[in-house]
């Protein structure tokens, strides 16, 4: 197997590397573009990637995701001569080996091959892949990838685990899979919803409470720390839970050990301890809202869920897994759907991430009733107008800010051809076409008189509201019209 690949556009970069490889004993294969190197990591194997940022063809870590997706997935080593502490960031997020600056001594390049190179060998002669079982979860997005890797080395451990993410991203579905995974998953998998808590009785629901403890404990009652013995603690929205309160959990993490509210005896809690957060906790940390050494108690394993809008891959898969479990619910036929529903759902950018396209998907399931199919018109309203709007706000730019020809310098007005100059000199366009482009010459016309205000664009048109609609969305080039 070759053992070495450098996607880099500087030809002495590639005969350095070259002959690095030759002097280490190692394989070796180059490439000077990103399409280029792409294709060969597809043709073959590679052991480790040397990878530039500022390629020809587009941006080395734009690539990372569809690298580490590969079913070999070579390590990468990011070697750029554009240091980018941002770059840096996104880098090793998206699982890099190591990110180099050039100039980067042949001794130290060497030294990082050599660890790569010998980490990815104990890899592969380990267990290999462990096979998750990943029921009730979609992710078939590069961008989840990374999140399936984390999850399964976080199943195979009993270290604590922090998950982050936006709303909706799908926390407690990967904390209950990582539960599911675990030495533990016959034992309980137990919530805790930190922003439920109150103050007066959440230590009582946590550690539980001794008969007489306080008006209404009329009978002893373990807490959920307690039922979590043998199993999983789920933290959701850990960055709520009350600041008083955070103290004495750090003990109980820290010693597996709680007294009961009114009680004197303390008791034991064997727990693996989840937690799950979409607030930025280290920013709380910043204005003392939430405490250091309870945060890096619980970000022994760290996984950040990326939102809906960044997988537009999953959206497809999950709508198909929403509409089997609706038709199960609500005892109906399954329910497939249109093309331009998949189009506006893979559209829209889902503030709400998953947990929103689940209601969308619920609410268009009611709307038609018996109907084996979905339509757009079965779509949440607020959805369509939102998407609609959206593509008509990019076409209005393409048309009104159209390319200018050559040679003409930036600022200077559009000057465009006459629409009849040289008609009678060629062969004539069809009628059709000639009512298109000149439709399109009147409109480009106006939007520019009007500032790209849509509204008194449309006024001194004289249409329709519905007819100029349809007529911006026909002279939209990239809807093949122009």
Known sequence: MPDILVIDDDPEIRETMAALASRMGLSYGAAGTLAEGLSLLGARPFGVVLLDVGLPDGDGLSALPRIKALADAPEVIILTGMGDPDGAELAIQAGVWD?????????EIMLRLSRALSYREQKRQGQGPVALDLTGAVAE????????????????STAAVLLTGETGTGKELFARLIHRNSARAKGPFVVV??????????????????????TGADADRAGLVRAAHGGTLFLDEVGEMPLALQKAFLRVLHERRFRPVGGIEEIESDFRLVAATNRDLS??????????????????????????????????????????????RYGLPHKGFDADVLAILQEYDWPGNVRELENVLERAFVAAGREKTLYPMHLPQDIRIRVTKSSLLRSRERIAAPAGPPGQHAGEPVRETPPLAGLFSQKLPTLRDFREDMERVYLKRLL??????????????????????ALIKKADPEDGQG
């Open 448 to 469: 520019a008189e009007c500032g790209g205000d849509l509204k008194k664009a449309m006024d001194m048109s004289g249409l329709s509201r519905s007819h100029f609609y």
């Open 283 to 328: 920013a709380m940390i910043a204005t003392g809202a939430f405490r250091r050494d309870l945060y890096f108690r619980l970000k022994t394993i760290t996984l950040d869920l990326p939102p809906l809008r960044k997988r537009p891959e999953d959206v497809g898969p999950l709508t198909l897994f929403c509409l089997s479990r609706l038709g199960e």
């Open 141 to 156: 997005s590069p961008a989840m990838r990374p999140c399936l890797d984390q999850a399964a080395a976080a199943a195979s």
């Open 193 to 214: 919803d930190c922003a439920a808590l109150t103050e007066t009785l959440v230590e009582s629901i946590l550690f539980g409470h001794k008969k007489g403890a306080f």
């Open 99 to 107: 990110y180099l600056v050039k100039p980067s001594s042949i001794r």
